[in-house]
């Protein structure tokens, strides 16, 4: 079975902080793909990034970057310097692979204040 | 066009309604969603059409009954629901059925008195 763990329910930052939001996953297959998805007030979920499991290249765009460790079973996502724009509700989530079901872990909602 | 649209944003239903909901996508995707997300819980996939055809039906109850007229189109027609199924309707479509780049829509938020 496949599984997904995002502990931190909420985290409360004041701007221009960094934040790292974790992501813990069990499954038994070799081939994966693993996701963040952002889901702003507005509703519909934002694709960020996919990360098949065979590679463990660490990855920045702007001011996100993703940390993927297979020892660990971690997809950690960090914000550099967050903004007012950031809050929103960030998914992680799992398929495997040909799976088209994703599985998504509990969400962590992030607020940033000004 | 990246967009995927749902219609309505909201609805209010009876019991005894019968109601439709509408998704649309012109990025040429061939796979098609839905997903139920309920208040501060995390979407769960309740449909999958690949090329038009129904591919994943997650054991969702018949009074949810999804349809793909075409490949630009979803619909999720709607009978006889109740309260507990009052949530977040997401629809979302990618390239391919194998593609797991979504797009989602921003969803029909559904109350069901």
């Known amino acids: 079975a496949q599984k997904v763990t995002q502990a931190q329910t909420e985290i409360s930052v004041v701007e221009k902080e960094d934040v790292t939001l974790d992501c813990v996953y069990e499954t038994r297959d070799t081939t994966y793909y693993l996701f963040w998805y952002k889901q702003p007030p507005s509703g519909e979920l934002v694709f960020l990034i996919r990360?098949?499991?065979?590679?463990?290249q660490n990855e920045i765009s702007g001011r996100y970057s993703w940390n993927f460790q297979k020892s660990t079973s971690s997809f950690n996502f960090t914000i550099t310097a967050s903004q007012v724009v950031d809050s929103a509700v960030y998914f992680c989530?799992?398929?495997?692979?040909?799976?088209?079901?994703?599985?998504f872990g509990a969400g962590t909602i992030l607020r940033v204040k000004s | 066009d990246t967009e995927v649209t749902q219609t309505p944003k909201h609805l209010v239903m009876g019991m005894t309604n019968k109601k439709s909901l509408k998704c649309e996508q012109h990025m040429g995707h061939r796979a098609m969603y839905w997903y139920k997300q309920k208040a501060k819980k995390p979407p769960e996939l309740m449909f999958v059409?690949?090329?038009?055809?129904?591919?994943i039906n997650e054991s969702v109850p018949s009074r949810f009954s999804p349809e793909c007229p075409n490949s630009s189109l979803l619909n999720l027609h709607l009978h006889a629901l109740q309260p507990e199924d009052s949530a977040l309707y997401l629809c979302a479509s990618s390239q391919a059925p194998q593609e797991e780049k979504l797009f989602f829509g921003s969803g029909t938020q559904l109350s069901v008195l």
């Open positions: 989530a799992l398929d495997m692979e040909y799976g088209n079901k994703l599985v």
């Open positions: 059409y690949s090329y038009e055809k129904l591919s």
């Open positions: 990360r098949n499991s065979f590679d463990e």
